[in-house]
Each structure stands twice: as structure tokens, then as C-alpha cells.
């Protein structure tokens, strides 16, 4: 089994699986902790019509993604910053649009050949160089607003209220972290493709949060299940010849279901 390490592509899927799991672990902390699991999830779904767009004029399609999905999280923001009346139907609009619009333009784009397939369902053993460097760069921003907002974002997270009145700009906060969310979920679609993606943005961090009640240990704690999913997925993957990212996902769920039957076992108790 370990015969396997000496292959590159093993090798970039090993790195590209850590540098992913701390964006999950980081990002999908902060969306689970500010209820933002469905605008994540219309952005993921709405971006593939970036992809779409990027074939059809010739640009690399995770950089149609990124500027799609950048596009998509600004107009959720600024409709339901203020207010989120109607969210679900407002996302549901947004989703169905970027999915339809990336079907199109696919369709329209003349003899492409491009497996649209990996970026569904992700493609984590094909992960370029290049792409690796990408996506060091997001980590890289990720890890750095984090830091520096730290005390703004817990504080919005759990009270925005109280956030303002301790003169925290929540606007350009939620601003900056639904861009940072975009950035994070192409990233991410990378992996485990646009389908999944949501899945390992949640289940780590909703894993962490019944182990510690503080938000850095829970982004610290995400990003170790993340890894460890990622780790014994490609493992899997590479054992039975099935996909790498429905595998990845495949342990994540079933460790979900084992964590939240043993909670629910000993609550009772």
C-alpha cells in the first residue's frame, strides 16, 4: 500500500488533501458557527456556470469558477445582509441559474473535451502543480484574515448586536468572509467536486463543535478530521478503484452517523 507514496500524483493528492482540510477547517467553522451552510451551498452549486462561461472563452475553468462564484457571494451578501427574508428562495434562484448557465455554455462551447465530471464530483488525484500553488494562495488568505479578525469574527458570529456597539464594521466583515467563503468552496470543488462540497465544509466542524465550546480549537479540531477523512478516503479510493472524492465524503458521513448515534445513545443514558 505504501508502495503507492512514490507516485507524484499520490504525493499532490496527500498535500492538496491538507491544504484543503485547513481551508475547511477554518472556513467551514465559520459558516456552520454563522448558519451560512445553505448561502455556501448555493455559491458551490451557482459557480459551476463560471466554469461554464470559462470554457466557452477559452480560460482556465477554476478561474471562471473563483470570479463566478466571487460574483454570486457579493449579490447574496448585499440582499441578505440587511435582510434575509425569503433566503432560501433567493439562493434557490441563484443555484438553479449557475447550474443552468454552466450547462449552457458548456453545451455552446465548440469540441471541448474537458471532463466536466471532475469538477461534480471532484478530481483530488489529478490536482496540478499549478493548482497546488492556488490553492496554498487561499489557504495563505485564509489563515491571515483569520488572524487578523479573529475578536471581530467571534464576536459577529455569536452577536452581531453586540458586535456593532463595540465598533466592529459587521457590514465589511460579512462582506469579506462570504468572498473568503467563495474563494474557499472552488478551492474545495477541486477535491471533492461541487456536489460534495458542502459535506466537508459541515461534518468536520459539526463534529468539532461537540468537543470543545472555543472557536479556535473547533477550526484546529475541523481541520484534523478533514485531513483524517481525506487520508483514509484516498486510501479507500486507491484499495477499491472508486472515486476519491465520494469516498472522502462516503467516511465523513459515516463518521458523522457513528458520532451523532453515540451522542444521542448516551444523552439518553
Not at 54 to 75: D, E, H, K, Q, R
Not at 100 to 108: F, Q, Y
Not at 126 to 149: A, N, Q
Amino acid at each position: 500500500m505504501l508502495d503507492v507514496l512514490h507516485y507524484e500524483f499520490m504525493q499532490n493528492a496527500l498535500v492538496t488533501s491538507l491544504i484543503v482540510s485547513l481551508i475547511c477547517g477554518i472556513i467551514g467553522t465559520l459558516i456552520v458557527i454563522n448558519r451560512m451552510v445553505f448561502i455556501a451551498g448555493g455559491i458551490a452549486h451557482g459557480s459551476y456556470g463560471g466554469i461554464g462561461l470559462a470554457l466557452y472563452f477559452g480560460i482556465a475553468p477554476m478561474l471562471g469558477a473563483s470570479i463566478f462564484a466571487l460574483f454570486l457571494g457579493l449579490i447574496i451578501a448585499m440582499i441578505t445582509h440587511k435582510n434575509s427574508t425569503r433566503l432560501d428562495s433567493l439562493i434557490g434562484v441563484l443555484w438553479a441559474f449557475g447550474m443552468a448557465l454552466g450547462i449552457i455554455m458548456s453545451d455552446l462551447t465548440p469540441g471541448y473535451n474537458v471532463d466536466l465530471m471532475s469538477y461534480l464530483f471532484g478530481a483530488i488525484l489529478s490536482v496540478s502543480l499549478e493548482d497546488m500553488i492556488g490553492m496554498s494562495g487561499v489557504l495563505l488568505l485564509t489563515i491571515v484574515f483569520t488572524v487578523l479578525f479573529y475578536k471581530q469574527l467571534l464576536a459577529m458570529s455569536f452577536d452581531a448586536q453586540f458586535a456593532k456597539l463595540r465598533g466592529v464594521n459587521v457590514t465589511l466583515l460579512y462582506f469579506a468572509l462570504v468572498a473568503l467563503i467563495a474563494l474557499g468552496v472552488v478551492i474545495i470543488i477541486r477535491a471533492v467536486g461541487l456536489i460534495l462540497v458542502i459535506a466537508l465544509l459541515t461534518i468536520p466542524p459539526y463534529i468539532a463543535e461537540k468537543l470543545t465550546n472555543s472557536m479556535g480549537a473547533m477550526m484546529a479540531l475541523s481541520s484534523l478530521f478533514s485531513a483524517l477523512f481525506c487520508f483514509v478516503g484516498l486510501s479507500i479510493s486507491y484499495a477499491f478503484d472508486v472515486s476519491s472524492g465520494a469516498s472522502i465524503i462516503l467516511v465523513a458521513t459515516t463518521t458523522f452517523f457513528i458520532q451523532f448515534l453515540i451522542g444521542h445513545f448516551f444523552h439518553r443514558s
